[in-house]
């Protein structure tokens, strides 16, 4: 059963940090993309971070560059997203995405809430 579980979600003050992680099973990891998502309440679903399968490349939203960090651990099968400086525009539930790395197969968590606020 394929599986993705998104935690390490939570409150924060602005400025501070939060790393999520994404733990997956069921699926040969190492074979997909893996990309962050968010929502924010009354807004789209919007892509913040992607790494290649092999980890080799990364890309990020403009809004996030510099404080975000995407990074994977193949032998853990599990993502990571280190944010950092975080301001209150980045609060949103938090989603995590599996693709295959040559075909249309994807996945998807059920997200984690993050909420920035003083």
């Known amino acids: 059963q394929v599986q993705l579980v998104e935690s390490g979600g939570g409150l924060v003050q602005p400025g501070g940090s939060l790393r999520l992680s994404c733990a997956a099973s069921?699926?040969?990891?190492?074979?997909?993309?893996m990309s962050w998502y968010r929502q924010a309440p009354g807004k789209e679903r919007e892509l913040v971070a992607s790494?290649?399968?092999?980890?080799?490349?990364?890309n990020y939203k403009y809004s996030v560059k510099g404080r975000f960090t995407i990074s994977r651990d193949n032998a853990k099968s599990t993502v990571y997203l280190q944010m950092n400086s975080l301001k209150p525009e980045d609060t949103a539930v938090y989603f995590c995405?599996?693709?295959?790395?040559?075909?249309?197969?994807?996945?998807w968590g059920k997200g984690t809430l993050v909420t920035v606020s003083s």
């Open positions: 995405k599996a693709s295959h790395r040559m075909t249309s197969v994807t996945y």
């Open positions: 069921g699926f040969t990891f190492s074979s997909y993309a």
């Open positions: 790494i290649t399968s092999t980890g080799g490349s990364t």
